[in-house]
């Protein structure tokens, strides 16, 4: 691939993420935040590219509320660098590609309207890096009811999913109908958006498109084989992913052997090898869940070492800054818990 496609600045971009990619801890790092408590994890984070947060945010919040206050600001800061160095092409795959932050954010607030969770719970748990607006993300943390959630949300993208699932989450009042409607418009207005025959830039996003997708409905696929309860796979799949349709789905799900089969003999099966390997092994799913979030940052390293021009390096980066994010949330979640060290170990993504 050429360094720029129109007005697309790959080679620069992919410069910039590589030296920010450098800058994430690695696993000596998140070593030494194990055997910290979270007043120790602050002042660690002072030292490091957090600075500038830790100390904006400093005199007003401490302990954990500052770590978790200074990732999102960290996070959101670093992908609007992205779409600051990007152009053209590139900067319009980017910005559609951060919007799956809108989506989280949606299904956080219904989650947290649903439990009766407080108003700054469900704050601290928002990526504000993806297009809605703070006042918007605050109109819809401030509503009082899933209903009041699907109705401000009608006229974006998500509305006449969320409108369709709403009648289900009436009739049932489980969340599955929900949240997954929420990823298929996502993704279907993802894909939906690109030509039949893409250029090859255009070939290689899909493609890590749709082994989120694949990866995704691999992950529901087995919740559901493994916990026996009587739901219907489609519920769940989200289509226009490479491994499964509904059908396959819900047969596979009926057999869990069958499905660790299906997945080796699949495209991916040399990338979720170990992730399988976990799974054959582990007495739950944690451990796979853990495994498989792994192979799919891995695939995605794969692919930027493939094509080392192109949006795979971003994506890649994204994926790996938000997993950082989440590694160093996980710790000084479970320090303030009271977790072991061996339990907070299991919660972290280390590639």
């Known amino acids: 691939m050429n360094a720029t496609v129109g007005s697309a600045n790959y080679s620069y971009v992919s410069a910039r993420v590589r030296s920010r990619r450098a800058a994430l801890f690695d696993e000596n790092d998140y070593r030494k935040l194990i055997r910290m408590g979270p007043g120790e994890i602050a002042r660690f984070m002072e030292e490091t590219e957090y600075e500038t947060e830790m100390n904006a945010l400093g005199s007003r919040y401490d302990g954990v509320d500052l770590i978790e206050y200074a990732l999102n600001e960290n996070l959101a800061k670093h992908f609007d660098d992205l779409l600051r160095f ?4 590139l900067n319009e795959y980017i910005a559609s590609y951060l919007r799956k932050f809108d989506a989280w954010n949606i299904k956080t607030i219904i989650r947290g309207v649903y439990t009766d969770s407080e108003t700054q719970e469900i704050q601290d748990d928002l990526i504000r890096a993806g297009e809605f607006s703070d006042a918007m993300l605050d109109r819809l943390v401030e509503s009082t009811s899933i209903e009041s959630v699907v109705e401000q949300l009608s006229k974006t993208l998500y509305g006449s999913a969320l409108a369709e699932a709403y009648e289900v989450y009436e009739e049932t009042g489980v969340l599955v109908a929900l ?48 916990s026996g309860a009587e739901i219907d796979p489609s ?27 299906y997945l080796r003999d699949s495209t991916y099966g040399r990338d979720l090898s170990e992730a399988l390997d976990e799974l054959e092994s582990a007495d739950g799913l944690i451990d796979f869940e853990r495994a498989l979030e792994k192979a799919l940052l891995e695939y995605a390293d794969t692919m930027t070492n493939r094509f080392p021009l192109s949006i795979c390096p971003v994506i890649a980066y994204i994926r790996a800054k938000e997993r950082e994010v989440d590694n160093i949330r996980a710790i000084a979640r479970g320090k303030q818990a009271g977790l072991s060290t061996d339990e907070i170990e299991e919660e972290l993504v280390i590639v």
């Open 235 to 261: 519920e769940y799949f989200i289509p226009d992913g490479r491994l499964f349709d509904a059908d396959q789905l819900r047969q596979l799900t009926q057999n869990p052997d069958q499905l660790t089969e």
């Open 179 to 226: 949240e997954n409607a929420v990823d298929r418009a996502f993704y279907s207005d993802m894909l939906g958006g690109f030509p039949r025959e893409p250029s090859e830039g255009t070939a290689m996003y899909v493609q890590l498109l749709r082994a989120e997708i694949d990866f995704r409905n691999v992950r529901n696929a087995l919740r559901l084989a493994r």
């Open 86 to 89: 990007a152009d053209g092409q």
